[in-house]
């Protein structure tokens, strides 16, 4: 055997770990953004008094791999003397920036792609701020006037919100103290508290910013602009287009994994020092139970056979997680599969309830105009975060140097930064009045009498 | 081993993308083989165990920097500079004299190569696992041994982003 | 690990070449991305020699190298900018304002 | 969509440039296009280029009888069929000076007042859409097919109803009518609330909607705006209370005023609209005169020849029916004043040095349909 294929064999005996976690991502993240796709519409649906997608397999459950199908079949336009390879190269640019930076997410204590990278958290708000360029590339490639101002004002908003959500993380990790992902957990586990309730301001920044990062919601203003229809997205269609969608909610996904590992205690349980609650393990599998009886008692009431069949499907596959879940509780040989096997359920719980915020959002609230959305971000909550940064640090230091408590130091320095937002808020209005009733002045010169003109 | 593959694919990623960086005649295309040059150079300083910089260069450079540059060639119109002619005179002197520093150099390394001891080139290197974790270790000389730099880095930021934003400001006053 | 060489011959070359783009290219911006190449062509040597001598000064020097690039990018285009204004065009040769 | 004339598109220095909200667009309820002038990010002008929707009918008119032409009318303002037929009809009894029997003309109000709610919920509901609240558009189309299942069993038809006839009604209030009716009335007040907690307090709302397309008192009055929109300008004039007609008398109603005529305040007053209907309706349906519900009309009609103009306060506005007959079956000519067509007129007033965005808000808070504006 040459050298380099024995070089070869060896480097893939220290990495297949990684290499085989890789490709599950690459396979299993757009399956789960389709389903997540999928959730949001039965959501709204639930939230609008209507029923969402029901046709295809029972409760819409197949819905995401029918629309797959679609768009990989939909016939694929490329505008005329549009950049043929900045066309193509544009959606792929934000898949890859949404998938790369999942590669350094620990979805629970064992499941990490990149096996804990020194700069964790930075390398993942890093990569996932590359998916700019995918929306940038693709308003310019498509050649059309609105496409480029759509990918101009989502940039604008990208890079300002991205901002807030760096100096956001920031504070976060003055109370982790590293930027691993695992010293980030352990010490919410030290601290016997989540760092959401120490630093509960940055959480607020981090959540609005991520929103306005992921363009949904209040602020997904780029493609929803009425006179810009699709934003960036305009020109493209079939499986460009899916690549494009699945990027925003792989990104939310993202998203939703940093503000879980930084500020809702990643993979602990909900009261993990606590050994009385230590009851609360069986919580996942009773879960995963639920949703099995409930799937098993709608498969009767399927009208089609085959979507009775496949409710049972789901209801069997939920009763083996379950067990999963269940079983290495009691059979004390299996004990050492507990803690990475529920971690993953509780990192997952989190970041579905932080998705879950996302969506209700996104039915309740209209859509900001671009200019209210630029000046919430520079007006209000980049100074805010700014100030939250400083107030976490002095709070840090006083609990050192001075000793103070460090509860109360941080209560003192949240109440500071709340009184600094309320200022900002007041300035805001002030500005805002001043600017509509400069607009509302010059607006009315006397009524001049339309019928003499 | 690693290391030598590592190395040679960043480093020939990164010249041909540079390459190309320069000879490219659309600004965007030159723009993304830049983004793809400056990957790779990251990807080399994670190669020389340099984590933290490897981060900073993606967020700051790619991630910042680079934006600057597209949204500034999207704003300008470039159908109006592309109709450019190729070659002139003053490109052929160019490459002569960087041909020439080259070579010059090359030479200076070649030979220096030889010097044995602890001449320009030394050989061995801290073994990798005595190495600190990198990003405490330069935050700590960046925030004692070189504060100061850091105070004039970040009046220098200051300074810059005032100017940038005066200079670009549309003249609103005119109207 | 490896000789330092190859570092040098590295940054070199990618010196060179934005030393090329610099003095060819006629389009300004295409020059700016030039120059952001050879400061990016400096960081690598002093990355490479830090890592070689073990101290991480020369990893903070290359951070500085990086705010300065950034705050050199954002003044540069910012004069692009005013300029394309005024004079619609962004061609190194036509901005001879000053020749006599 | 297209734009044609972006004379010198660099965005930099981009001066006149003309953005085209085309004949096919997510929010301009219907077939309008309109030209806008831009400066920027800025509307310097606009300009509405309608007629997309136009069929004619007051040349129709012209060659059909009066009871034929009644389903025509309900065509123009398709959202609030059955008010265009309580104006034409009315119109056509004051020309012959015939009067509607009492029971005729409570039902009929009771039908109108409905229409005005339904009318006003497909105006929230898209209006809400326009700036991007998803949620209020499906409550209001929930409230909205109760009405049309009111409709549906009084007349048959949801949408173009053709529910009245010239000098009184052609069908009997079908027996669970009061009851129906009593009971949206009971659970709209609930679900009214419903809107008002999604919109009313709701900061990105107001942020879109105060101070945008502002339309003072007297530039109603110069423009001829009526309705919803003049009373939010704070001029109090409604239809309903100066000259009554059909049942309005009988009924106690406020009539909402607004104060500084922004989208806000047309979007409160039309709020406050749909309550007071409620009322009239609940008011009506207590005691329905018995009677019967035809006048003394006979199959032929041939009015006396001479000139009649009689108006009435549709969902949008003032809705005028301005008739000449020559004595003959068929009117010599019916000119139609639809309040649509009047209210756009407002557009550019008020989209001056807004933002293009919030023309988007503009156009919906005007409430204007196309088959109105184009007839």
Redo the contacts between chains.
Sequence with gaps: MNPTVQ?LLQ?LQTWWVELASGFVIVAAVPLVAGYVVLVERKL?AD????LGPMRVGPHGLLQPIADAVKLLIKEDIIPDNA?K??FW?APVVSMTAALTSMGAIAFGPAFQVARD???GL??I???S??G??GI??G??ASNS??S??G??RS?AQL?SY?TAAGLAIVSGLLLAGS?KIHAIVDAQYQNHVWFIFLAPVAFFIYAVASIAETNRA?F?LPE????L?AGYMTEYSGFRWALYFLGEYANMIVVGAVATTLFLGGWLRPFPNVHWLNWLDVLPALFTAAVGVYCARRAGKQPVAVQTWFMWGVAWACFAVAAILAVPLFVAPLKFVVPGLHGAFWFLLKVGGYIYLFMWL???????????LMSLGWYILIPLAIVNVFCVGLAMICETEYGWNRWVALVVTTMFTLGTALFLLHLHEKR?AAA??A??V???PA????YAG | MLDKVIFFFFAGVAILSAALMVTRRNAIHSAIFLITALMATAGIFLQLRAEFLFVTQIILYVGGIMVLFIFVIMLVRLDVALHQIRFRLQRLVALLVVVALGAEVSVMFWVARKIPGDGLLIRGSAPVDKLPPNTEALAKSLFSSYLLPFEIASVLLLVAMVGAVVMAKKRTDAQ | MMPASYYLFLSLALFLIGAIGVITRRNVIVVLMSIELILNAVNINLVAFSRIFGDVAGQVFALFIIADAAAEAAVGLGIIIAFFRNRETVLADEMDLLKW | MHDDATQKNTLLGADELVLNMGPQHPSTHGVLRVKLKLDGERVRGTECVIGYLHRGVEKIAEHRTYQQFAPYVDRMDYVAAVSNGLGYCEAVEKLMNVEAPPRARVIRTILTELQRIASHLLWLGTHALDIGALTPLFYCMREREEILKIFEKYCGARLTTHAFRIGGLQYEAYDTLEKDVERFCKDFERRVQEYVDLLTGNSIWIGRTRGVGVLSAADCIALGASGPILRASGVKWDLRRAQPYAAYDQYKFEIPVGTNGDTYDRYMVRMEEMRQSRLICLQAIENIPAGPILGKVGKVLKPPPGEIYHSIEAPKGILGYYIVSDGTTQPYRVRIRPPSFVNLQALDKMVRGHLVADVVAIIGTLDIVLGEVDR
């Design positions: 070089a480097f709204m939230m609008q008094a209507r950049d390879v900045i190269l990278i020194n700069v930075l390398f708000v890093g990569v701020s590359l700019l360029f940038v590339l308003g310019w006037h609105y480029i101002i990918a101009l940039t890079v991205e930027l209040p997904d929803a602009e009425s006179e229809v996104r039915f309740t609230l209209p859509r900001y105009r671009f200019d209210q805002t509509s009733s607009t509302g010059t607006e009315q009524p001049q009498d339309t």
